[in-house]
């Protein structure tokens, strides 16, 4: 039984990682990846400006060491190789935001997703 909730597990993480429409609300002065894309696309913002970072502009949803070879296929067993997992909620798993404008049922959605594999499990 544990095998099949790792499996759930595995592929509601795979769908989470793909060129989902989600964008971070975050303070130029405490944003230090903007400080890296402003240089290259040579760009002014000025400090404590609200701005909005498409997450999928980042190295996030297409890194290899937790995505595969290939990270824009889906394939839902990559997980399996690697440390990073979907039953916690970590840096690497932005679906709810953060900061202090994360979204605040996010804990309540994990402890749902839990219960719903217990029930159907």
């Known amino acids: 039984m544990p095998d099949i909730l790792c499996e759930v ?7 989470l990682h793909a060129h989902q429409p989600l964008a971070i609300l975050s303070i130029a002065k405490y944003l230090q990846i903007i400080n890296n894309f402003i240089q290259e696309i040579i760009m002014f913002i000025p400090k404590l400006s609200r701005c909005m970072v498409q997450t999928y ?4 949803h297409y890194n290899t060491t937790a995505y595969g070879l290939d990270p824009r296929s889906f394939l839902p067993y990559h997980g399996l190789k690697n440390k990073f ?5 970590d ?25 719903i594999l217990w029930t159907f499990g």
């Open 9 to 15: 597990f595995m592929h509601a993480r795979s769908v």
């Open 91 to 115: 840096k690497n798993y932005f679906i709810f935001g953060s900061g202090k404008r994360a979204c605040p049922g996010r804990h309540q959605v994990e402890r749902l997703k839990k219960d």
């Open 57 to 60: 502009l980042m190295d996030i």
């Open 85 to 89: 997992t979907a039953s916690k909620t």
